[in-house]
């Protein structure tokens, strides 16, 4: 019997497309009223405060992209540091009365479906466990102590040591807004989430790893998710689990099922926060979830090319002092323009290379590619462009184009 994901995929994908009779479903306006809560809690579950940063690592603008010094260990103030400069607050902002939070991590209308938790080995005084990130406390939530006996499997048996960081998504953060096409958006924001925390890393001397090879179903066991009591419509849906570890040591995979099953018998604490008085359920988003989980599959090293180091200029900015300064794009200017050779430059960061952040995490092949809308640019002639990032897909994006 066929697989029904992909026609269940595919259907979704054109479903929650805009047309040009027609926008994609949604509640067609703001609903105030039942704005989701930005920020999880999980109530009676321990709080550890993290320190903020005294100083920036003093790390320039190519040391986002270039293979980092020496390792920073792997304690507490460092882990406070990595989760400040990928997931942690960088400004407040407010307007008439209303103030709402900005973070390091891009995300669709400032929305944040995205949601961390790490696993970390006992250090300063702390136990080790399975801890989840609230990042307007800078703090994080112990959900479940890890025994002893569970330490070496989980950390000795890897080159280096580290720790492991898993990502889930709430979908309802999305659709309050963008109704079916929440989904498009949740998986959208996972990506910038796993970028965030992979330039962090490189900042401190760190590489990430995601385990390709874990289902969604043992990603939600390993994080508590399938016996947590989440309120109606605020669940959180597994999407990922990386290995943080000292930059060039790659984390023995797989990872056994037996540690699966180990995470499984874990007492885990807290009550997660509602996020919303009322929701409005679109369907066809749980069904496109489904369609779309993951199986265990073989673990699947991912060859990039090892094409040279981008070109380009430098920055006076700190590559953290960056990553503090980003914003949304509100505001252009019809007067502007920018080089031929800064825009391919900016273009030439979106292609994966061996051993260079954030494409190095291991999560997949590059699949996706750029329609550009190309508007004053000097040299280059206005109009519709695609830049490929996978010189497979040519031929195949060839065929499904036309020649004009």
């Known amino acids: 019997?066929?697989?029904?994901?992909?026609?269940?995929?595919?259907?979704?994908?054109?479903?929650?497309?805009?047309?040009?009779?027609?926008?994609?479903?949604?509640?067609?306006?703001?609903?105030?009223?039942?704005?989701?809560?930005p920020f999880r809690f999980y109530a009676d579950a321990p709080a550890l405060p993290l320190p903020l940063l005294v100083?920036?690592?003093?790390?320039?603008?190519?040391?986002?992209?270039?293979?980092?010094?020496?390792?920073?260990?792997?304690?507490?103030?460092?882990?406070?540091?990595?989760?400040?400069?990928?997931?942690?607050?960088?400004?407040?902002?407010?307007?008439?009365?209303?103030?709402?939070?900005?973070?390091?991590?891009?995300?669709?209308?400032?929305?944040?479906?995205t949601e961390a938790h790490l696993i970390l080995p006992a250090m300063g005084g702390a136990a080790g466990g399975v801890f989840h990130y609230d990042p307007l406390h800078h703090a994080l939530e112990r959900r479940a102590v890890l025994p002893e006996d569970l330490m070496p499997q989980l950390f000795a048996r890897e080159e280096g040591g580290g720790f492991y960081v898993g990502l889930t998504s709430i979908f309802w953060r999305e659709a309050w807004k963008y109704g079916e096409r929440a989904f498009r958006y949740c998986n959208h924001d996972v990506g910038h989430a796993l970028a965030a925390l992979r330039f962090s890393a490189n900042l401190l001397g760190w590489g990430l790893t995601c385990l390709n090879h874990l289902a969604d179903e043992a990603v939600a066991t390993i994080l508590g998710l399938g016996v947590t009591a989440f309120p109606a419509a605020d669940e959180e849906h597994p999407d990922l689990l990386c290995r943080v570890h000292p930059y060039g040591a790659r984390p023995a995979v797989p990872w056994p099922d037996e540690l699966t099953e180990a995470f499984a018998r874990l007492d885990f604490q807290g009550r997660p926060n509602r996020l919303s008085a009322e929701h409005v359920d679109w369907e066809i988003i749980a069904r496109a979830a489904e369609a779309a989980r993951k199986p265990p599959t073989a673990p699947e090293p991912v060859r990039l090319s090892d094409r040279p180091a981008p070109a380009g200029e430098d920055s006076p900015l700190t590559a953290a002092a960056i990553m503090r300064r980003r914003r949304s794009a509100t505001g252009f200017d019809r007067r502007g323009g920018i080089s031929r050779n800064r825009f391919f430059s900016i273009l030439d960061r979106t292609l994966p290379r061996a051993g260079m952040a954030p494409f190095d995490a291991g999560l997949a092949d590059p699949a996706l590619?750029?329609?550009?809308?190309?508007?004053?640019?000097?040299?280059?002639?206005?109009?519709?462009?695609?830049?490929?990032?996978?010189?497979?897909?040519?031929?195949?994006?060839?065929?499904?184009?036309?020649?004009?």
């Open 1 to 37: 019997m066929p697989d029904p994901g992909p026609k269940e995929i595919l259907g979704y994908h054109e479903a929650t497309k805009h047309h040009p009779e027609r926008y994609a479903r949604s509640l067609g306006y703001m609903d105030w009223a039942n704005q989701p809560v």
């Open 55 to 113: 100083r920036d690592p003093a790390v320039g603008y190519r040391g986002l992209y270039q293979a980092p010094a020496a390792a920073e260990p792997f304690d507490i103030e460092h882990i406070a540091g990595f989760l400040e400069l990928s997931l942690g607050l960088s400004a407040w902002k407010s307007v008439s009365g209303s103030r709402w939070a900005l973070r390091m991590n891009p995300s669709s209308g400032n929305l944040h479906p």
């Open 369 to 404: 590619h750029l329609l550009i809308f190309v508007h004053q640019v000097e040299g280059l002639q206005p109009g519709l462009y695609c830049f490929i990032r996978n010189d497979r897909d040519l031929p195949l994006l060839r065929a499904l184009t036309r020649p004009e």
